[in-house]
């Protein structure tokens, strides 16, 4: 049983950086495809990037060229956000898949941490 503890979440100003980090439990987390959803309120949650096993990184057209997520060898992922913008508000998830070719839907993920808040203001 993978379990993911994130962190780093937070209020910055618009334009403003930060960087999320999510730590696994376990030695097979290398093995997983790892995640980052966001859901804000009234909303359902929604995928924002993810990064395969192999290191192959993907995202969702609206964080492009502004978050980059990446991955070590002690169980770490982050997401780094740049340019950040009010509408990136949100509760930030970190998230497991066995899935190898880019799951972006959440029924693809077995694995959930608990979330982080990311408020962007004005």
């Known amino acids: 049983q993978v379990q993911l503890v994130e962190s780093g979440g937070g209020l910055v100003q618009a334009g403003g950086s930060l960087r999320l980090s999510c730590a696994a439990s376990?030695?097979?987390?290398?093995?997983?495809?790892m995640g980052w959803f966001r859901q804000a309120p009234g909303k359902e949650r929604e995928f924002v990037a993810g990064?395969?096993?192999?290191?192959?990184t993907y995202y969702e057209d609206s964080v492009k060229g502004r978050f980059t997520i990446s991955r070590d060898n002690a169980k770490n992922t982050f997401l780094q956000m740049k340019s950040l913008k009010p509408e990136d508000t949100a509760v930030y998830y970190c998230a497991a898949s066995s899935t190898y070719y880019y799951p972006k839907g959440s029924y693809e993920y077995t694995y959930w941490g608990q979330g982080t808040q990311v408020t962007v203001s004005s």
């Open positions: 990064i395969r096993s192999d290191g192959d």
């Open positions: 376990e030695r097979t987390f290398d093995r997983y495809t």
